[in-house]
């Protein structure tokens, strides 16, 4: 799987969070799935390009149903003007370098 397609809700937008669902996990490398709380962050880290610039982060266990980067994507989701029910494409173009994509 070369990139997986996302919703962004309003609660994306009000906090920030990207939301993937859970199924999604073997997307990403196995040292990067953190627990929900700040003391579980991951070992390992993976880059989200957004603008040319890049993000480090892992990636939140928030729950069964989905899990979320732990950076905050405010900045990108206002610079796309998203709307609740936006469609966005996070692609993979190395082992743990990753590309966002707004679709609308």
């Not at 994306?12 to 939301?19: A, T, V």
């Amino acid at each position: 799987m070369k990139y997986i397609d996302f919703s962004i809700t309003q609660s994306s937008i009000d906090n920030g969070r990207l939301y993937f669902d859970a199924v999604h996990q073997s997307f990403f490398p196995s040292d990067a799935l953190g627990g929900r709380a700040a003391a579980a962050r991951a070992q390992g880290q993976i880059c989200i390009e957004v603008n040319e610039e890049c993000f480090d982060t892992d990636i939140r266990l928030s729950s069964s149903v989905r899990i979320s980067p732990r950076t905050s994507f405010k900045r990108w989701l206002a610079s796309v003007r998203a709307h609740d029910g936006a469609k966005a494409r996070l692609h993979r173009v190395a082992d743990r370098q990753y590309k966002l994509e707004y679709l609308g």
